[in-house]
């Protein structure tokens, strides 16, 4: 079983939806990130939250520790969205490796 | 635009060869990391160098090897290259710890 597990795994979703992206870890962390994978292949750090909740634009990430489960939401979402989303754990114990989740892929349509 | 540059951006070799993969933080940046993604595996962690120490280590192969220059620039040498070493290869920065991180572009390693 994976450290770090996301579900769904692919997601097509219609322009304007809210959709919601959900990422389990095992371990203990000290910190989560979300990332963003755009087709062209680069990468960008959406969130890095270790308790509650914090917002960007359209985009919400939750965190429940005691859960160990995180969320991410995407309001109104829009066809730009499209891309892969990847959630990933700092372990504890001083260790600064990422973990990473195998990612979502989310296709929104116009 | 990230602030992290990496190149090259693509590079093809033969099964055997050796190749140099390099990266420049953002200014000011102290720690690089380096991912590889592939197909099967996904992103791993390979290896951090914090101000030119190394600080940990991932599922790092022992044809691989890494080092962070003064200038804070890292380079990634892949060696005794195989097929399944292909892949794409991400450096990543923050300014300390692994905090936010600002990853590079990738170099796309294909070994044919």
Known sequence: ?????QSPQNLTAQE???ITINCSYSVGISALHWLQQHPGGGIVSLFMLSSGKKKH?????????QEKHSSLHITASHPRDSAVYICAVETQGGSEKLVFGKGMKLTVNP | DSGVT????HLITATGQRVTLRCSPRSGDLSVYWYQQSLDQGLQFLIQYYNGEERAKGNILERFSAQQFPDLHSELNLSSLELGDSALYFCASSVSGVGKLFFGSGTQLSVL
Not at chain 1, 1 to 5: F, R, S
Request: aromatic content about 4%; cysteine-free.
């Open chain 1, 57 to 65: 634009g359209r985009l919400i990430a939750t965190i429940n520790i």
């Open chain 1, 1 to 5: 079983k994976n450290e770090v597990e």
């Open chain 1, 16 to 18: 304007g939806e809210f």
């Open chain 2, 6 to 9: 990496q190149t090259p951006k």
